[in-house]
């Protein structure tokens, strides 16, 4: 099984850049993960934010790969904590089927996007920046992962 984090937004910063790295390195062993950037749509003055969302969710579409699961995170999803995730995670693993995580651009995912998602998941109430949603979704992975392993990483 892989995952692909698909995230709609630009070249993220250094930092986030190389956080994602290193749970992408760990990850590499028990949950290959690839990022997908999607470029964003087009706002500001005069333009209409619902286009934005719209062009956002095809490019996110396109970017699926074939018969993904397909989790979007989404302020509304079901919140988990780190053992429910490492649960919901086993459980994907029986379906023999590639992840896809879909984080959308700042009004949140189409509603194309949110009717192809298999199941939607939320970070929690804080509204988070983007380029740090990245970089949890791949650490609250590789920490299920590792419980899942019974490695040494989760000791909560």
Not at 30 to 45: A, F, S, Y
Not at 69 to 98: C, F, I, M, P, Y
């Amino acid at each position: 099984m892989k995952a692909r984090l698909i995230a709609t937004g630009e070249k993220a910063p250094g930092w986030v850049a190389e956080g994602f790295a290193e749970y992408q390195k760990r990850l590499s062993h028990w949950l290959p993960i690839e990022l997908i950037e999607v470029q964003p749509g087009l706002r500001g003055k005069g333009r209409d934010p619902q286009r934005a969302i719209e062009d956002e969710g095809k490019r996110v579409l396109s970017a699926l790969p074939k018969d993904p699961l397909v989790v979007a995170l989404e302020v509304t999803g079901k919140q988990l904590s780190s053992e429910q995730l490492s649960r919901r995670l086993e459980h994907w693993r029986t379906q023999g089927r590639d992840l896809a995580f879909l984080i959308g651009g700042p009004e949140g995912h189409s509603p194309e996007v949110l009717a192809r998602a298999d199941e939607t998941w939320s970070l929690g109430p804080l509204t988070l920046p983007h380029m740090l949603a990245r970089l949890l979704v791949a650490e609250q992975l590789y920490r299920a992962c590792a419980m899942l392993a019974n490695h040494p990483y989760h000791r909560a």
